[in-house]
Every structure is written in structure tokens, then in C-alpha cells.
């Protein structure tokens, strides 16, 4: 596999207490301890009123970490392609739609109906920010970060332009949430450039690998990465947070990972 | 962008299994819509079910993917010698180097849905023997085909509702000119579940009757199920002269609503436009178009204005909807195949069931099947969330 190259312009992050980059940088250099919460999501102000009544919390984590990704990378939001990787989508809708299928009279919610498709997130996006380049919605079970990733630097590869990603994973109700016990909402989201600019952060460049991938270093981190799929972004998301040159191996699929040489640019 | 082949290609709906009985269909303009009786599914609406899905038995050592999806995705496997071309293409350039790009809307939720009917009394667990990974999660199509076909390298499901294989294409277009892979299976498969069918009929667009795509009284889809499958590979040095090019792929988002398209289809002109620079063609190029054609009146009358819009109102089109169904996240992957079999026969199948043509629709809408010599046609694949994707495939003999 070649070497894809590209430019960290912006990111963003949404976890279990966890408000923002600042804040989950500040805990993965050790400048902060970690304590596990809820992942506290802001309502959507710029979603028309009649479509932001029918946002679930995907929606939301989505559009946060999204925003605060092309704000920092100083982008417009409506100019760059999309992708969104999650490994379950929105489960709690899943789940409500399993029930009322389940219950006599099948009675389903035309809204549930359209919010189950993988790509919701994709969907609402482009109707909060005006976005009219391509988006793609992507899964790979855990794996579906590296997958995003390589789908990204492949995107920006070609096409040569700026690309967001945006990974994302919620908690199943019950019970679901027993065959996938995912404990909480993440969301991670990368503003990636072909050439650098002087919003660049960091230099990344990537590479398939057979090697395991990277573990945290503090238990509970390491227990965050591995039960949120989106979370196995953590290795790389610590290296740009440190700003210091290293390597690190990300999980994608077994005997396929990816190998990121990070190189700050300032 | 540089042409890819494909070197082998495959589909399976309820017109037929494989390329000859799919062609066949094809030719005796042939729908296979008939009144659900799936399941216990109790909804006046036709569908396109694939005969046999469930008799069909997974290979030894799979049985962690059981569900009616990947039961159909290795049923159109085993179609065409499809996987021993896959494999010729291993022994070429390695099993790690060939990617897995699949569509799917709902995977295996079919499983889970009966599961829910038998959850303990009790606790109101899942049935012992529940498979999430195997069978619910949307990523289980592309496991089951990388495991099944014995592949390694990159594999990824796009799921994107009824655009998901379309963009399947393009997704593994963009690895393979990155250089990440030599080639990739590309492809859709989705199957009937409840979710779907009482899912569009909640949004009151399915059709009582077998669909009717451009037809003057449509009123909705008809909902079906496919695997079609393609391996696209780069170029080789010598080519047949009816061998089938991916040539272009347009993509945009429509950034208006989720389930509806805008009235004027300017998502959809969108992709068409970036499929033709891409391909490095003109609108005078695109000889058959094969709609997106869903059969409701929204969306019919969309494509129509876009398609006039980019194309023009002369190029002969037609929807392979009533024939197959709305085989959804399959639905891509099913007409580039059908797009790739009129290529190469020079035969523009007619859209069935249509009886009117709506002649608000500034289109050329083919009711009949069209013998023409043809050298580049479009596919439309539009989904809900405003995902679009255009796709331009042309015989490798074209001269420009």
C-alpha cells in the first residue's frame, strides 16, 4: 500500500466528559486526569426549528465535533467533502423501530424511518451547514475509524481537496446493548489538507501495517479506545495532541492497520 | 479519471440469477413484481423477491454470518464464476491488495428483528445464539465477502441508503488511483426486512401495485432485493472490445431534506455534471441513461428535470425498477450491471409496467426494448439523506 500524505488543518472531540479538543488534548499529554461522564451535547442552532425537533443525539454529537473541527481548521463547512464512519449509527432508533415491529400493528414513525439510515448524520449535516459536496457514510465494525481515515486520505488523495472526517458511535438501549455493550457517545472529527497552510497542525502520513495497534498507556483511556468503536482514534489523536514527531498503529482490520508518521508543523 | 475494467461482473434479483437469466428478463421485458407474501408481512404492495434465498447454505466455517443478506450475497457469489475471477485477480496481485467495497442499507437487521419477537419474558434479552457482529451489523456484508472470497486487504461497507453501491464504485475507484489497492469487489447487497417495507409504506411511498417508474399515475415503489457484484481492476494491456470500462463517477449531496429530493434535482444535475468531467465526456457522449427511476411522483419528476438539464430530453432512457424492484442499497451495483450487459449486447432495455409516460417529464423514456450499437451510458443512484451518485460506463473498444 502507498503512503498518503496529508495535513491536520483541524479537529474536534465530543466524549464522556469530554467538551472539546482543548479538553481531551489536555488529558491525553497527562496535563489532565480523565473522569468518565456523560457526553454532554449542545442543541443544534443551526438547524432549521423543524428539523432540528427530529435530531437524535447522533445528530448532535455529529454536528459538534464537525463544527468545532472547521472552525479550528478555519474552513467553511459547506465547501468540504464529507465522511462519516460509525459502527452502529443510531441505536436507540434502531431499537425503537425493532419494538414497533415487534408489537402488533407494526405502527412505524415515518421520521424513525428515515432517521435508521446509516448516512442520518451525513443527511443533517448537509441540511445544517449547506453542504453540497460529496459525503459518504461508512461502517466497519470496530474498525470503522481506520476505514474513514484511509477513505479520506484516499478522497483527498485524488481530488486534491480539503476533507472532513467525522467518527462517530453511540451507546444501544437494551437490548441491544448487551450483544454490543458500547458505554457511551464519541465523536472525533479531522479537517485534512493536501498542502499545508497556516492552520496546519500536523503532518500525517499513513501507511498500511500488519503490526498491533497502539494501546493508551492509562488503563481507563485504554478501556475508553477499545470499547468505543470511534475511540481507536485515541493512539493518533494523543500523538497530535502531544505535538511531537512519532508513529503510531491504528486499528482497522485484522492484518490491516495503519501506520501514521505524525510531524508537527509548528 | 483513469478508466478501470470490469473483468468480471455478476448480478442477482428477482428477474434472475446470473447474467443470462438477468439478460433474459431483460429482453422479454419481464417483470418479476409480484403481490408480498413475505414473511409475515400483512402490506398491499408488490416486491421483487429472489426465489430460494433462504435454501441457500453459507461456505463451511461462516456460519457466524447467517442472515437472509449474506444467504443472497453468496448466492450471487457463486453466480458467473464471479469468485474464480476474484481469485485469478489474487494470484495476479496478491489477496491483500484487492479491496472490498460493498453497499448495503440494512445488512442483517431482518435477524434482529425476528429476535425481538422472542425476547425473554423476563429480562427482555435477546435470544441465546443472537449474532450482532455476524449478522446486525452493517459491516457484516463486506466480513462475510472478504472471509468467503478469502481476501485481505482493505474492506469497507458504504451505506448510504439507496446510493450505497453506486458509491461503492467510486469509493474503490479513488483507492485504487491512491495506489492503496490493484482492485477491488465492488458491489450491493440488500434483502427484504420489515424495516424497509414498513418503513416506506409509513412514508406512504410504496405502490399498491407493481411500480411505474415515469409512468403519469405513478404512486411509489415497489421495494426488491439484489447482490450484483463487479471486479474492477486497472486497465490490462489487452482488452476484448466489448469488455466494460468504469469511466466516470459524479457524487453530491443535495443538502435539502432527508427524504425528499429538491423539486428542481439540482443534487442530482450535480453528480451527473461531475460523472461527465470526471470522465472526460460530454453530455453528447451518454447514449442510455438507466434512471434512478423509483416510481414516486417526486422523485421521477426530479431526475427528470435534472436529467433534461445535463443530457437534454433526447437521450433514450428507462428505469429497471419495474422489472426488479427498488433493490435499494443494491440498487447501484444491480444497474451498473444491467448497464454493463446493455454495453456490451447494444440493447437498451424499456422500463415494464410503465403504460403512460408522463409527458411532464422532459425525458425520452423507452417503454420498449431499443437494439443499438452503444459505447457510454450513465447510471443514476439518488438516496435519502440527499446522497446522489452518477456513474459512466463505457465498452473499452469506444472511439472518441
Given amino acids: 500500500m502507498s503512503t498518503l500524505a496529508a495535513y491536520v488543518d483541524g479537529v474536534g472531540f465530543l466524549g464522556p466528559g469530554v467538551g472539546d479538543w482543548p479538553a481531551a488534548a489536555g488529558i491525553l499529554t497527562g496535563a489532565a486526569s480523565w473522569e468518565s461522564g456523560p457526553t454532554v451535547l449542545p442543541l443544534p442552532q443551526c438547524l432549521p426549528s423543524t428539523e432540528r425537533r427530529r435530531t437524535g443525539p447522533l445528530v448532535r454529537l455529529t454536528l459538534a465535533v464537525g463544527l468545532e473541527a472547521t472552525t479550528r481548521a478555519g474552513a467553511d463547512p459547506a465547501t468540504l467533502p464529507a465522511i462519516f464512519t460509525s459502527s452502529g449509527g443510531d441505536g436507540e432508533n434502531c431499537h425503537e423501530i425493532c419494538q414497533a415491529l415487534a408489537a402488533p400493528g407494526r405502527q412505524l414513525s415515518p421520521t424513525r424511518f428515515h432517521n435508521s439510515v446509516h448516512n442520518a448524520a451525513a443527511g443533517y449535516w448537509g441540511i445544517a451547514t449547506g453542504a453540497t459536496p460529496a459525503s459518504n457514510a461508512l461502517c466497519a465494525h470496530d474498525g470503522s475509524f481506520g476505514a474513514g481515515l484511509l477513505e479520506a486520505l484516499c478522497e483527498l488523495a485524488v481530488e486534491r481537496v480539503r476533507v472532513l472526517l467525522i467518527a462517530y458511535d453511540a451507546s444501544y438501549p437494551e437490548p441491544l446493548h448487551s450483544v454490543r455493550p458500547i458505554p457511551g457517545s464519541l465523536g472525533v472529527a479531522l479537517v485534512l489538507a493536501p498542502e499545508r497552510s497556516a492552520q496546519s497542525v500536523a503532518k500525517l502520513e499513513a501507511a498500511g501495517s500488519d503490526a498491533p495497534a497502539d494501546q493508551m498507556a492509562d488503563a481507563a483511556l485504554e478501556a475508553l479506545r477499545v470499547s468505543i468503536p470511534a475511540a481507536r482514534s485515541l493512539p493518533l489523536l494523543a500523538q497530535l495532541a502531544r505535538r511531537t514527531s512519532g508513529r503510531v498503529v491504528i486499528d482497522y482490520l485484522d492484518g490491516v492497520r495503519l501506520a501514521v508518521q505524525v510531524n508537527p508543523c509548528h | ?400
Fill in chain 2, 1 to 400: 479519471m483513469t478508466p478501470l475494467a470490469l473483468t468480471s461482473f455478476t448480478a442477482t434479483s428477482a428477474i434472475g440469477r446470473g447474467l443470462d437469466a438477468t439478460y433474459a428478463s431483460l429482453r422479454a421485458l419481464r417483470s418479476a413484481l409480484a403481490p408480498c407474501a413475505f414473511e409475515t408481512v400483512d402490506l398491499g404492495t408488490c416486491i421483487g423477491e429472489v426465489a430460494g434465498v433462504d435454501a441457500v447454505a453459507l461456505p463451511p466455517g461462516l456460519e457466524e454470518f447467517e442472515c437472509r443478506n449474506n444467504r443472497l450475497a453468496w448466492l450471487g457469489l457463486t453466480q458467473d464464476d464471479f469468485a474464480a475471477a476474484v481469485e485469478a485477480c489474487a494470484a495476479r496481485h496478491g489477496r491483500a491488495r484487492i479491496g472490498v467495497f460493498l453497499g448495503t442499507s440494512t445488512s442483517g437487521i431482518l435477524e434482529t428483528e425476528l429476535a425481538y419477537r422472542r425476547r425473554d419474558p423476563a429480562s427482555g434479552a435477546l435470544p441465546a445464539g443472537f449474532r450482532y457482529r455476524g449478522a446486525h451489523n452493517t459491516f457484516s456484508l463486506a466480513a462475510f465477502v472478504q472471509r468467503a472470497l478469502r481476501l485481505s486487504g482493505p474492506a469497507v461497507v458504504i451505506s448510504s441508503a439507496c446510493s450505497s453501491s453506486a458509491k461503492a464504485f467510486a469509493s474503490a475507484q479513488r483507492a485504487i488511483e491512491a495506489g492503496v489497492i490493484e482492485a477491488a469487489v465492488v458491489g450491493g447487497v440488500d434483502s427484504l426486512c420489515l424495516t424497509t417495507l414498513y418503513g416506506f409504506h409509513s412514508l406512504q411511498l410504496v405502490s399498491a401495485r407493481p411500480c411505474r417508474p415515469f409512468d403519469v399515475s405513478r404512486d411509489g415503489i415497489s421495494i426488491g432485493e439484489a447482490a450484483a457484484f463487479a471486479l474492477l481492476e486497472r486497465r490490462p494491456a489487452s482488452l476484448e472490445g466489448d469488455a466494460v470500462l468504469l469511466v466516470g463517477a459524479g457524487e453530491s449531496s443535495d443538502a435539502y431534506h432527508m427524504s425528499a429530493p429538491p423539486p428542481d434535482g439540482r443534487g442530482a444535475r450535480a453528480a451527473m455534471l461531475r460523472a461527465l468531467a470526471a470522465a472526460d465526456l460530454v453530455s453528447e457522449d451518454i447514449e442510455y441513461i438507466n434512471f434512478h427511476g423509483t416510481g414516486t411522483p417526486s422523485n421521477d419528476e426530479a431526475e427528470g428535470r435534472a436529467v433534461a438539464s445535463v443530457l437534454g430530453s433526447e437521450v433514450p432512457g428507462s428505469s429497471t425498477k419495474g422489472a426488479t424492484g427498488h433493490t435499494l442499497g443494491a440498487a447501484g451495483a444491480l444497474e451498473a450491471v444491467i448497464c454493463a450487459l446493455a454495453l456490451r449486447y447494444g440493447l437498451m432495455p424499456g422500463g415494464v409496467n410503465t403504460t403512460e409516460v408522463d409527458r411532464a417529464l422532459p425525458v425520452s423514456y423507452l417503454r420498449e426494448n431499443c437494439r443499438r450499437p452503444l459505447s457510454a451510458v450513465m447510471s443514476n443512484s439518488f438516496g435519502f439523506g440527499g446522497s446522489n451518485c452518477s456513474l459512466i460506463f463505457a465498452r473499452a473498444d469506444r472511439s472518441r
